[in-house]
């Protein structure tokens, strides 16, 4: 057995704890915590939604960025059928649009396959290009 000793104002109290349990409870205390109701332990449930939380996040990371590189790609199509039907000469601008739409469509499926990172770096690839085209004979 273990002897404990504890302060109470100015005089000590020893109380003795039996080998293998930790501090003593007041007698009592056990009845009361048997007829409360027994709670979850609240960070086992948040450790159970947490991958969950992340898949999500995840998931609208890739669904994002692949609206972000369908847009650039519809922008990047449309201004080549515009300028393939307006009958004028073909030039680098219109060359560098195709790129941009190759690359806006490669964003969209590496994004579909989780390859985030190479998939905002297609968009963004994508989109300066189309904005520079413009300047572009």
């Not at 590496?110 to 968009?123: D, N, P, Q, V």
């Amino acid at each position: 057995m273990t002897t404990h000793g504890r302060e109470l104002g100015a005089e000590q109290v020893q109380t003795q704890v039996p080998a293998g349990e930790g501090d003593p409870t007041p007698p009592g205390v056990e009845g009361m915590r048997a007829s409360l109701p027994r709670q979850p332990d609240p960070g086992f449930a948040r450790q159970q939604s947490q991958p969950s939380q992340r898949s999500h996040q995840a998931r609208s990371a890739r669904v994002g960025l692949m609206s972000a590189g369908a847009l650039v790609a519809l922008v990047c199509l449309f201004v080549l059928v515009g300028r393939f039907s307006s009958g004028t000469q073909t030039g680098v601008g219109t060359v560098v649009y195709g790129l941009c739409l190759a690359s806006a469509g490669l964003s969209v499926e590496l994004a579909r396959r989780g390859r985030t990172r190479l998939a905002m770096m297609a968009i963004i690839l994508a989109a300066a290009g189309a904005s520079l085209a413009d300047a572009l004979p």
